[in-house]
């Protein structure tokens, strides 16, 4: 079955220090990828995307997105996190798959702490 | 203000009790789902629907209904909720060209506890 796999549950890291979450999926055939953040008691919210083209995505933020089709991987990045990122980040991976066009598979989540 | 909203955001309610959890979206969007959020299990999609009359399973349909009268509203029924429907839900919606889906917009969200 298809799957999305986000290997880090609870990531914790200080003001400034690097962040990189993993992403991975099962699935051979076409998709679009996006990473959503929900910040505490509010609703998802997109951060990036990728249909097509270059496989680096820039979203909002700071953050960005590697696409690497051979690793079946998203991971997400941003160089410097910052206390107002702490949130739960959720990778997902639209299949392109008849009859559902539209088969939006969710990772589990991954919570990041960013300490002060 | 494009939005996707839902109501209510608040629900506790008994076994067996009938309930509406409504979803309007004021952008066109072809494409509504309907997941559960569940603590170490992401979001999960319930139901979906391509458009007015046209809607479907997805992972998790067991225990509730949709309706997709207009293309605005995406209603989600519980016939007669259980405790293990006790659980945190979102509305999303998307623009949908050619049978495929671009990002989602996500309401709120409706927590709902059955007791």
């Known amino acids: 079955a298809q799957s999305v796999s986000q290997h880090n549950h609870h990531v914790i890291l200080s003001e400034a220090a690097s962040l990189e979450l993993g992403c991975n999926y099962s699935?051979?055939?076409?998709?679009?990828l996006f990473w959503y953040v929900q910040y505490p008691g509010q609703h998802l919210q997109l951060l990036l995307k990728?249909?097509?083209?270059?496989?680096l995505v820039k979203g909002i933020k700071g953050f960005e997105a590697e696409f690497i089709k051979s690793k079946f991987s998203f991971n997400l990045r941003k160089p410097s996190v910052q206390w107002s990122d702490t949130a739960e980040y959720f990778c997902a991976v639209n299949l392109h798959s008849l009859p559902n066009n539209n088969d939006m598979r969710f990772g589990a989540g991954t919570r990041l702490t960013v300490k002060p | 203000e494009a939005q996707v909203t839902q109501n209510p955001r608040y629900l506790i309610t008994v076994t067996g009790k009938k309930l509406t959890v409504t979803c309007s979206q004021n952008?066109?969007?072809?494409?509504m789902s309907w997941y559960r959020q569940d603590p170490g299990l992401g979001l999960r999609q319930i139901y979906y629907?391509?458009?007015?009359?046209?809607?479907d399973k997805g992972d998790v349909p067991e225990g509730y209904k949709v309706s997709r009268k207009e293309k605005r509203n995406f209603p989600l029924i519980l016939e007669s909720p259980s405790p293990n429907q006790t659980s945190l839900y979102f509305c999303?919606?998307?623009?949908?060209?050619?049978?495929?889906?671009?990002?989602?917009?996500f309401g709120p969200g409706t927590r709902l506890t059955v007791t």
């Open positions: 699935y051979g055939g076409t998709v679009n």
């Open positions: 629907s391509m458009n007015v009359e046209v809607t």
């Open positions: 999303a919606s998307s623009f949908s060209a050619q049978g495929l889906s671009y990002e989602q917009y």
């Open positions: 952008m066109n969007h072809e494409y």
């Open positions: 990728y249909f097509s083209g270059d496989p």
